[in-house]
């Protein structure tokens, strides 16, 4: 549920979410409590619902945030066959999730933030900054924060390429192995899911609703051979910026 998992500290916040079952994993777990939510929510950085950060956007709720990296997890996470995963987050705002995805890709995965508006992607990188890890990740490029139409999604040059992930941009290229899609989309963007890798996910919140009541959570799967698949999750309440993400619906299981 949207509010039973607010607590008083971080750590509550967190303990919260797991006894609620909205973070199942333990890595999970290990990576939001790494990450101190009050350096990306201006005020109750703890309570388990969304917030205004200005310019029109607003923090996803702890719940929605968890539910999507359990949802990207299989994706994120690196492995022998993909040490160096690479994830777009489109519709970066606060940086919180950005955050987030960063400590689960490991040493050679890159994590790209991109926001239409600037004020946000700088917001992003100050809220990252704050601690001495997200300077880390910042210095060393495993995150990236980029203004930009994220409709369009976000191409790297072959400049960009991090150490340690040069066989895997060889053999997979540049594309992405998880896309979140933090604001509400018309459509499923066509370039979106051409720029998935095979195999990648995307998650992302469609109005898809003729009552203009709900969003709905899909995911859009591209298996090995490049075969694409697309699941609706489950619905959330439409807030009142239609162009973000509700954070007020129940984060149901997606299986
Ligand atoms: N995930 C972030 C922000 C969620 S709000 C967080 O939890 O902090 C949705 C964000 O999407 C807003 O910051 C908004 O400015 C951004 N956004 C909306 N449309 C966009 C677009 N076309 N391209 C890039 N960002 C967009």
Redesign the pocket.
């Known amino acids: 549920m949207a509010w039973r998992s607010s607590g008083a500290t971080n750590r509550d916040l967190i303990e919260n979410l797991w006894n609620n079952k909205l973070i199942k994993d333990a890595r999970v777990k290990e990576a939001f409590l790494k990450v101190d939510r009050a350096h990306y929510a201006p005020s109750h950085p703890y309570d388990d619902r969304p917030q205004s950060?200005g310019?029109g956007?607003?923090?996803?709720a702890p719940h929605m945030h968890a539910c999507a990296v359990e949802s990207l997890l299989p994706y994120i996470l690196p492995t022998a066959s993909n040490p160096a995963p690479r994830v777009l987050d489109?519709?970066?705002?606060?940086g919180?999730?950005t955050h987030v995805f960063a400590e689960l890709v490991g040493d050679s995965g890159t994590v790209v933030g991109?926001?239409?508006?600037p004020q946000?992607a700088a917001l992003g990188e100050r809220n990252m900054a704050k601690s001495a890890e997200g300077r880390e990740f910042l210095r060393t490029g495993r995150v990236k924060f980029r203004v930009g139409?994220?409709?369009k999604g976000w191409v790297e040059t072959e400049g960009e390429v991090r150490e340690g992930e040069e066989e895997a941009v060889e053999r997979r290229g540049m594309g992405w192995d998880a896309i979140h899609v933090?604001?509400s989309a018309v459509e499923m963007h066509d370039e979106l899911v051409r720029q998935l890798r095979a195999p990648a996910r995307m998650f992302i919140p469609v109005d898809d609703d003729e009552s203009r009541i709900e969003q709905h959570i899909w995911t859009v799967d591209k298996d090995g051979g490049g075969r694409v698949e697309r699941k609706r999750l489950f619905g959330v309440r439409k807030p009142t910026y239609i162009?973000?993400?509700s954070s007020l619906g129940q984060c149901f299981s997606p299986g």
């Open positions: 950060i310019y956007a607003t923090i996803s489109i519709g970066s705002g606060s919180y999730l991109v926001e239409h508006i946000l139409d994220g409709r933090g604001a162009t973000v993400l």
